[in-house]
């Protein structure tokens, strides 16, 4: 089974994930249409088209297609719950840096439901955050954990195992995978790191700090921060771009590798260095 995975509010009226659907089939192949985002919006779903559930088919497909851009990528990832089942992402969006394909390489969909497809595995990070003796949010994470004030300046220290890397007042941190060094971290002035390197990258967000710089750390690291100065003003922390909870002052985010990993399909039409130069220029 392949599921198809569209953004509808890119991809209109399904028209593309309805021309993967019938490639499929005629090549033999089951698919399901699992829309990400909408649901079962009947503004955006067409009455004709029945949908299904990413999170609950994840396990039962071998192949996932996300239809749109690198949020779909990252919405259907979100959904798989670490599902070790391969992503191929077809690019209606802007950047599209995680997507292998554009709409003029559909037919290319046919051979990865063969097989006949290269696969590049991408880090992922385990987050938990605590607060007092309780772990009020865990999740995983492809791209990036953000701490954040809502508006308001907050301090931020960041250790390594028990050892502070910094210190400093600012808008917040980033904490990037190697696959997210293209999305907000990069925007921060963080490292631009090819998606298939093993590390974790700490990028400061508007740092009352003069001359301090990003950091790009070992993949076994274990990386604590911790929010202070919130008396009275307001921090939140996001996974992969989605908002997971309100901070208070003490609390500890801790952020480390995860035990799994994404499976993302690439057919090797261009090098990531190829990539970069076109969607940065």
């Known amino acids: 089974m392949i599921a198809v995975c569209p953004n509808p509010y890119r991809d209109k009226d399904l028209a593309v994930s309805k021309q993967i659907v019938e490639m499929l089939s005629s090549e033999g192949y089951e698919s399901?249409?699992?829309?990400?985002?909408?649901?079962?919006?009947?503004?955006?779903?067409?009455?004709?088209?029945?949908?299904y559930s990413l999170k609950e088919l994840s396990p039962q497909c071998s192949l996932v297609i996300a239809i749109g851009g690198d949020g779909t990528i990252l919405s259907a990832v979100r959904e798989m719950d670490n599902?070790?089942?391969?992503?191929?992402?077809?690019?209606?969006?802007?950047?599209?840096?995680?997507s292998t394909l554009e709409l003029k390489d559909l037919p290319l969909v046919v051979r990865a439901a063969k097989g006949d497809?290269?696969?590049?595995?991408?880090?992922?990070?385990?987050?938990?955050?605590h607060r007092g003796d309780d772990i009020i949010v865990t999740g995983s994470v492809l791209n990036?954990?953000?701490?954040?004030?809502?508006?308001?300046?907050?301090?931020?220290?960041a250790l390594c195992e028990d050892e502070t890397v910094t210190s400093f007042s600012g808008d917040g941190i980033i904490i990037a995978t190697p696959t997210g060094s293209t999305g907000y971290s990069m925007s921060a002035g963080g490292p631009i790191v090819e998606p298939a390197a093993e590390n974790i990258i700490l990028s400061p967000v508007c740092p009352h700090m003069m001359g301090f710089r990003p950091y790009v750390l070992a993949p076994y690291r274990e990386i604590t921060v911790i929010p202070g100065n919130l008396y009275g003003k307001s921090a939140y922390i996001s996974l992969d771009g989605i908002f997971a909870a309100n901070l208070e002052n003490d609390d500890k985010i801790v952020?480390?590798?995860s035990k799994y990993q994404t499976q993302m399909v690439d057919f090797g039409l261009k090098s990531f260095y190829d990539i970069a130069r076109e969607k940065l220029t």
């Open 83 to 98: 599902a070790p089942v391969p992503v191929l992402g077809v690019n209606l969006g802007t950047k599209g840096f995680m």
């Open 117 to 129: 497809m290269k696969i590049s595995i991408r880090m992922m990070l385990d987050v938990e955050l």
């Open 32 to 51: 399901v249409v699992c829309p990400l985002f909408a649901g079962n919006d009947s503004e955006v779903i067409p009455p004709d088209v029945e949908t």
């Open 144 to 157: 990036d954990v953000v701490i954040h004030g809502h508006g308001d300046c907050i301090r931020v220290t």
């Open 255 to 257: 952020v480390r590798r």
